[in-house]
């Protein structure tokens, strides 16, 4: 493929059956994580429906006061679960506040099982009733597609196709329902402030649905920054730093970034978008892979588990302090 380009890939050619187009999706898909860390995929399970219901409730929840959102905010779960208000969230390394606000879902336990694996519980809302069952769907369609799309990471990278599925079954992923809140005066805008600023994703992969605006940039080899431009059926996925530990940066965690648009007008509309973060189960290691180390690219990575990782960019996010 050409470098520094991002490969749009069908998804039905991976489930189709068909040896043919498997393994074609494989090395394309393959190929634009080891060159770019991004990949654009067709027809991942999300449904036209479910996508703009999902719009629906982010959109119904975003649109509540400030001060009934913040009934939704736990600080005691570190940002993981439910609300997370506007200027809490800074890129690694960053001082000034990205210009948005986030809603977190993740996997719906028994309690015993969120016990034992320490895992904060769902916050749900009462405004908004119809967003549990809508997340959750979303959370589960994405779930799939993305152990799915690690299926073909793994025979791309000559493993055995099911070695990640043990690996995420309890991860502690999250669903994000993100706004990029409007400014009703521009003027006020912090110097230095943008809707996201430059940052590499902590988890394996992230699968990203529909930005309502343009404005996703990724960063080549080479420094550049290209937009990154899904058609609103499709998703953008990327590398996280758990995944390019894992292959001793084989694969690539691409610092991407949501730039401010050009005319500072539109920033008094909101712009919403949904991520969703895969994780594996906190004890996965990720230590480099032998088949990813040899005399041409010695490891990179001290050993560590996901687990530790995940606590170590927390810390660093401001969420936890050490």
């Known amino acids: 493929m050409k470098r520094n380009s991002i490969a749009r890939v069908d998804y039905l050619d991976f489930v189709s059956g068909d040896a043919n187009r498997k393994e074609k999706f494989i090395q394309e898909f393959g190929d634009s994580f080891s060159n770019m860390g991004f990949a654009i995929v067709a027809n991942h399970g999300v449904s036209a429906n479910l996508r703009d219901e999902l719009f629906r409730v982010s959109k ?32 690694k390394g960053e001082k000034v506040p990205d210009l948005k606000e986030f809603f977190h879902i993740g996997q719906e336990l028994s309690q015993d099982e969120l016990d034992r694996l320490e895992y904060p519980k769902n916050i749900w809302v009462n405004e908004s009733p119809d967003l549990k069952d809508v997340g959750l769907n979303v959370f589960r369609t994405f779930s799939e597609t993305g152990r799915n799309l690690l299926r073909a990471t793994a025979l791309y990278l ?137 005399d041409n690219n010695p490891k990179r990575f001290d050993d560590i588990t996901a687990g530790e990782f995940l606590r170590e960019r927390l810390i660093e996010l401001g969420f936890i302090k050490a």
């Open 60 to 91: 119904e929840f975003f649109d509540l006061d400030d001060d009934i959102k913040q009934h939704y905010e736990d600080l005691k779960v570190n940002g993981q679960r439910g609300y997370i208000s506007k200027n809490r969230e800074s890129a």
């Open 158 to 294: 000559k493993l055995d196709e099911n070695y990640f599925d043990h690996k995420i079954q309890v991860g502690n992923s999250i669903l994000r329902l993100l706004h990029y809140y409007p400014l009703a005066d521009v003027s006020n805008v912090p110097p230095g402030a943008v809707r996201a600023a430059a940052h590499g994703d902590i988890n394996l992969i992230t699968l990203l649905m529909g930005g309502s605006a343009a404005g996703l940039q990724a960063q080549t080899l080479n420094g550049e920054w290209i937009d990154v431009s899904p058609q609103v059926d499709e998703i953008v996925i990327n590398i996280g730093d758990m995944l390019e530990r894992l292959t001793n940066g084989k694969l690539r965690s691409t610092k991407h970034r949501v730039v401010n648009p050009e005319d500072l007008e539109e920033l008094k509309k909101p712009r919403y978008s949904t991520p969703f973060f895969l994780h594996p189960n906190s004890d996965m290691d990720l230590s480099c892979l032998d088949g990813c180390v040899d």
